[in-house]
């Protein structure tokens, strides 16, 4: 298995619900990635796991709550989000502290009204 | 930090021609220079990469070279084809540091 699977791809949520995105790889992975991505912009990081640690939080506000049950999957908790977090968020994972072997998830489409 | 440029923003090239995108970067320790491309609505794929101990790499169509000393890499599409039509993204990484610093894309469109 090679790929790094998130569900759901597609999410409408309102600005008082509270949702998970989830992200899974069985590569053996032991880094993982939470990105956003805005149309036509490049990727920007949010959250980095190392074995099973976080270790880089690039300064999201905290209605964005990251989670690394195991070294398999990652959660991104989300709460009292606003229109503008609309965007897709990536998932991506890589074999160690290095962003060598790094591979994307598909992403999930999320819109808040 | 480190500061990744991109260029152009878009570009429009005929079926059959070449298209070259460069990047520059800011910090002389970036060692590890992947290339991603993202079509409409699909996750970035990574389409050749290249580090540091290297000049240039080829992959059929595709090739990437790199100038540590000026510090510039660009990727090289040979032949392009319609389906070569996406965005495309080059990237920066340092050494035991897993954090990508992404140009801000290129729109490749290929003209049939």
């Known amino acids: 298995d090679t790929e790094v699977t998130q569900t759901p791809k597609h999410l409408v949520m309102g600005m008082t619900n509270k949702k998970s995105l989830k992200c899974e790889q069985h590569?053996?992975?032991?880094?993982m990635y939470w990105y956003k991505q805005k149309a036509k912009k490049p990727p920007e990081l949010m959250f980095v796991?190392?074995?099973?640690?976080?270790?880089i939080n690039e300064s999201v506000p905290s209605r964005f709550s990251p989670e690394c049950p195991n070294s398999s999957l990652l959660n991104l908790h989300l709460h009292a989000l606003q229109p503008e977090d609309s965007a897709l968020y990536l998932c991506?994972?890589?074999?160690?502290?290095?962003?060598?072997?790094?591979?994307f998830g598909s992403g999930t489409r999320l819109t808040v009204v | 930090g480190e500061n990744v440029e991109q260029h152009p923003s878009t570009l429009s090239v005929q079926e059959g021609d070449s298209a070259v995108i460069k990047c520059t970067y800011s910090?002389?320790?970036?060692?590890?220079f992947p290339w991603y491309k993202q079509e409409l609505g699909k996750r970035p794929q990574l389409i050749i990469d290249?580090?540091?101990?290297?000049g240039e790499k080829k992959d059929q169509r595709i090739a990437v070279t790199l100038n540590k000393t000026a510090k510039h890499f660009s990727l090289h599409i040979t032949e392009t084809q319609p389906e070569d039509s996406a965005v495309y993204f080059c990237?920066?990484?340092?050494?035991?540091?897993?954090?990508?610093?992404f140009g801000s894309g290129t729109k490749l469109n290929v003209k049939p």
């Open positions: 991506a994972s890589s074999q160690d502290n290095r962003v060598y072997g790094y591979t």
């Open positions: 590569m053996g992975h032991r880094a």
């Open positions: 796991y190392s074995y099973e640690k976080l270790s």
């Open positions: 910090d002389s320790a970036s060692n590890y």
């Open positions: 290249i580090r540091s101990n290297v």
């Open positions: 990237a920066a990484s340092k050494p035991n540091f897993n954090k990508f610093y």
